[in-house]
């Protein structure tokens, strides 16, 4: 007896449950199957092979290959050939062929032919699964595009189910996550974002209920790493992902690709900064120069200064050997434009150590910010209260040194760095320039 027998439709006509089921099973498969008994003859054609090539299985079956209705007749022996070969190959062989539609109609299709074994051991047939190329094709590009972007993809790619839990995670996402591919697998965000884990799962929920956005957004997130917390700024992209199996278009979760663009945000954010400041130096210049008083003029090009860059400008004078008294100051309780010091003409009790004592020394720049204690530094170095970091500069003018001047900052602001002290030198020379002509006047 054949190892194959009937069609499809003979085969749910046979009584008892397992001619249904197999009749089921092979009705209800997304490939196109034939399969052909040890002398060529078709014995099974499906409903996804009428649905590609139009010919049902009572017109199927029960012919020999394809010769006469399915293919012409130069190419049917060869795809018949080649088809029942795999009786005697081991495992899958894939082949390529034309078959004719029922319309006339010629369709590339793409098999997987595999032999099949009778009761005795020996060739009984061939069970042949084919689809059209350009949807294999699809499939094999889809899967190819998949395994490209969770190992070699140049950003991160990180597939969160409907729970918002990660449930794959590519090499560039791990790296950028600082942990591995499948340690992060079925945990909340939060365990190694401190701060950015709610604005993501945010943006995942609202992808999940609304649907793909429109447009990437940038979300800054701080790390928790081995070296310490990091504050990244990552460029997302946001795709629900519905199931392809579902009637209904079911969530499978949310595929969120990122790029780090931390880089390229803070030197923006940089250059707006410094753009900011030079635009407002250049002011100052203008506004000073109308100014009869040199001292008035220095403390109009403080005022331009101060916006954006510090929260106090204190300007102390040379009053004798290592002895300052201050000449400038904003006001210490409230924000407001600089003026001279009542009284101004007492030194400053200044410590050896002191920051402005040290920029005078050093005929340069001292950077200085408060521990913990930042009212007890700020009242020890004579300064206002909420001080926490300081900018000391010396003032130089024709070859000496005509004071300092000191830039202040709370502590809800970040330390004065390297692009600030560029910034505070070139505002330094000229307050310094106008003190010297005061006193020259």
Not at 84 to 112: C, T, W, Y
């Amino acid at each position: 007896m054949s190892a194959f027998t009937g069609s499809a439709s003979e085969t749910a006509s046979v009584p008892g449950a397992g001619g249904d089921l197999l009749a089921a099973l092979l009705d209800g498969m997304d490939a196109a199957l034939c399969a052909f008994d040890a002398e060529g003859t078709v014995t099974h054609w499906n409903r996804e092979a009428e649905r590609i090539l139009g010919w049902s299985a009572g017109e199927a079956v029960g012919r020999r290959g394809f010769a006469g209705w399915a293919a012409r007749s130069a190419d049917a022996e060869e795809a018949l050939g080649r088809l029942m070969g795999a009786m005697k190959g081991p495992g899958r062989q894939v082949h390529e062929f034309v078959l004719l539609r029922k319309d006339g109609g010629r369709v590339l299709v793409r098999s997987q032919a595999a032999g099949v074994r009778g009761a005795d051991g020996g060739p009984a047939g061939v069970y042949v699964a084919f689809s059209e190329v350009h949807v294999q094709l699809d499939l094999e590009r889809s899967v190819a595009l998949s395994e490209a972007l969770f190992d070699d993809a140049s950003w991160g790619v990180v597939l969160v189910d409907a729970d918002l839990r990660p449930a794959m995670v590519n090499t560039h996402a791990a790296r950028a996550l600082g942990t591995g591919r499948t340690a992060l697998l079925g945990r909340p965000l939060g365990d190694v974002v401190v701060h950015g884990a709610e604005e993501l799962e945010a943006a995942f929920q609202h992808v999940l209920a609304e649907g793909t956005p429109t447009a990437p957004a940038e979300v800054w997130v701080t790390l928790r790493t081995a070296s310490g917390e990091q504050r990244r700024c990552w460029r997302s992209g946001f795709l629900l992902l519905p199931s392809p199996m579902a009637e209904e278009p079911v969530p499978l979760g949310v595929a969120w690709l990122f790029q780090d663009v931390t880089e390229e945000r803070l030197a923006a954010r940089e250059a707006d900064r410094m753009r900011f400041r030079w635009s407002q130096l250049h002011r100052a210049g203008a506004a000073a120069s109308e100014c009869e008083d040199p001292d008035e003029a220095a403390t109009v090009l403080l005022d331009f200064a101060l916006a954006g860059f510090a929260d106090h400008a204190l300007v102390d004078r040379v009053a004798g050997e290592r002895r300052l008294t201050r000449a400038l100051a904003t006001p210490a309780g409230a924000p407001g434009p600089s003026s001279p010091v009542v009284g101004g003409g007492i030194p400053l009790r200044y410590g050896p150590r002191h920051p402005a004592l040290q920029a005078w020394d050093r005929l340069g720049s001292v950077r200085a910010t408060a521990g913990r204690t930042a009212e007890v530094w700020a009242e020890a170095h004579q300064w206002p209260g909420d001080a926490a970091h300081a900018l000391c500069l010396v003032l130089r003018s024709r070859g000496r040194t005509v004071g300092v001047l000191t830039f202040l900052r709370a502590s809800c602001r970040s330390p004065f760095e390297r692009e600030d002290v560029v910034f505070g030198e070139t505002v330094a020379a000229r307050v310094a320039a106008l003190l010297d002509l005061g006193d020259k006047g």
